[in-house]
C-alpha cells in the first residue's frame, strides 16, 4: 500500500511539473513606454506577449493612479504572440482621456487558465498644452536724424575754345545714301485662304442629301417588300384573264 501511495504521487509530481516549466517559459513585459514618460496623443505600446504551448491571447489595460483598481481596456484580446514587436496603440486623445498619471498593464492569458502580467507606472499623459502669449516687442523711440554736411561747390568747368583746322584738298565722304524700303515679302505664288466654314458647310449639306437618299431608298425597299405579293397576284390575274380571253377568240 505505501508504493502505491508512493507511486501515485510521483506521477502527479510528474505531471504537474512539465505545466509548471511551460509556465515558466511565458514572457509578458512592455519595453515602452518607461515609468515617468511624458505621453500624448497616439501612444505606441511595444513589448513581448508569448509562450511556447498555453498562449492563447493578450490584453492592453489602462488606469489613473488615483483609482489603480479599474482596468479599462484599450484594445479587444489579441490572439497573436508578440516579439520585441508592437502590442497595441492607445488612442489618448481620441478617447478624451484627460491628462494625469496613469498606468498600462499587460496580461498574456494561458490556456490553463493562468495569466502573465507586466505593467508600466507612472506615466504622464499630457494633450493639452498651455496657451502661449503674445510676444509684445519693446517700443524703440525714433531716433533724430542729424543735418547733413554742407558739400563744397564743385569747381565750373573752364571753357574751351574751338579749334579751327586748316582747308584741306581731300574731299569728305559722302552721307551713305537712306536706305531703300524693303519692299513686302511675296507671299507664296497659288495659295488661297481656306474657308474651314464653307468646307463645313458643304460637309453638312453633303451628309443631309445622303442621309435622305438612304432613307428614301430604304423606304422604297420597305414599301415594296410590302407589295411585292399583291403585285404579284393582280399580275398574275392580268395574265391569266388576258390568256382566256385569247382562248374564247
Known amino acids: 500500500m505505501r508504493r502505491f501511495v508512493w507511486l501515485m504521487v510521483w506521477l502527479t509530481l510528474a505531471m504537474v511539473h512539465p505545466v509548471l516549466a511551460q509556465e515558466g517559459d511565458g514572457v509578458a513585459s512592455i519595453s515602452a513606454p518607461t ?5 500624448f496623443g497616439l501612444v505606441e505600446i511595444r513589448g513581448t506577449a508569448t509562450h511556447p504551448s498555453l498562449f492563447a491571447g493578450y490584453e492592453l489595460d489602462w488606469s489613473n493612479a488615483q483609482n489603480p483598481t479599474v482596468w479599462i481596456p484599450i484594445q479587444t484580446r489579441i490572439t497573436q504572440q508578440v516579439q520585441e514587436g508592437i502590442l497595441g496603440q492607445w488612442d489618448s486623445a481620441g ?5 494625469g498619471i496613469y498606468q498600462i498593464r499587460l496580461q498574456v492569458i494561458l490556456t490553463d487558465g493562468n ?7 507612472n506615466l504622464r499623459l499630457q494633450n493639452t498644452s498651455p496657451t502661449p502669449f503674445p510676444t509684445i516687442a519693446p517700443l524703440v523711440p525714433p531716433t533724430l536724424a542729424e543735418p547733413a554736411a554742407p558739400q563744397a561747390p564743385a569747381p565750373e568747368a573752364s571753357p574751351t575754345s574751338l579749334i579751327e583746322q586748316p582747308p584741306t584738298a581731300t574731299p569728305r565722304p559722302a552721307a551713305p545714301a537712306l ?4 519692299p513686302p515679302p511675296a507671299t507664296e505664288s497659288g495659295s488661297t485662304l481656306f474657308n474651314f466654314s464653307a468646307v463645313q458647310g458643304a460637309f453638312c449639306t453633303g451628309t443631309f442629301f445622303s442621309l435622305g437618299f438612304f432613307g428614301l431608298v430604304v423606304v ?3 414599301i415594296r417588300a410590302q ?3 399583291y403585285t404579284r397576284r393582280v399580275w398574275w390575274q392580268l395574265r391569266s384573264e388576258i390568256q382566256s380571253d385569247g382562248q374564247d377568240q
Do not use: C, K, N, R
Open 95 to 99: 478617447l478624451g482621456i484627460p491628462d
Open 227 to 229: 407589295l411585292s405579293p
Open 115 to 121: 495569466v502573465l502580467e507586466s505593467q508600466v507606472t
Open 35 to 39: 515609468s515617468d514618460t511624458p505621453l
Open 179 to 182: 536706305a531703300a524700303s524693303a
Open 220 to 222: 422604297y425597299l420597305l
